[in-house]
C-alpha cells in the first residue's frame, strides 16, 4: 500500500516538520510505502507541483492529511486526491488546531477526519484508516 502524507511546510514550525518526519517513518518500519514530498529545497516550483501531485497523490493508495496548520498546497493536494483521483483521505489535526470550516465540512464519502493528542494516537488513527483501506482493496 502506498501512503502520501502531506502537510503545510512553507510557514510550518521545525518541531511540526520533525513530528511529520518521524510519523513518515513510523509507516516506514511498519512495512508501508510512503510517498515523499521533494520539500523546500530540492527541486523548482514545477518540479514541486509535478512530483507532489502526479507522483505522490497521483500514486498514493491512500492520503493522510496532518491539518494541524494553514497550507494552500495541502489544500490544492487534498481536492486532487478526493475529486480528481477519488482515493481515501484521512485528515487529522491535534486537539486544539484551528482547521479551516472548509475542511471540516468536506462531504465526500471518502474523506474522513479525525483529531488527536499524542503522536501514538496519530499513529493509531492511521493504522486504523490503513487497515479498513486494506479490508476494502482485498473486498473488492
Known sequence: MKIYVG???TEASEDFKKMVAEFKLRLKTESLEVLEF?????????????????DCVGNADLMIAI????STGLGYELC???RV???PVLGVAKEGARVTRLVLGI?????SFERYVSDDD????ARTKIAACQLQAHAA
Not at 67 to 70: E, L, M
Not at 122 to 125: A, D, H, Q, S
Open 7 to 9: 502537510c503545510a511546510l
Open 38 to 54: 521533494i520539500g523546500l529545497v530540492d527541486g523548482t516550483p514545477t518540479d514541486v507541483y509535478r512530483h507532489d501531485i502526479f
Open 67 to 70: 491539518c494541524d496548520q494553514p
Open 80 to 82: 486532487e486526491a478526493l
Open 85 to 87: 483521483r477519488n482515493i
Open 107 to 111: 462531504d465526500h464519502p471518502k474523506f
Open 122 to 125: 496519530l499513529l493509531r488513527l
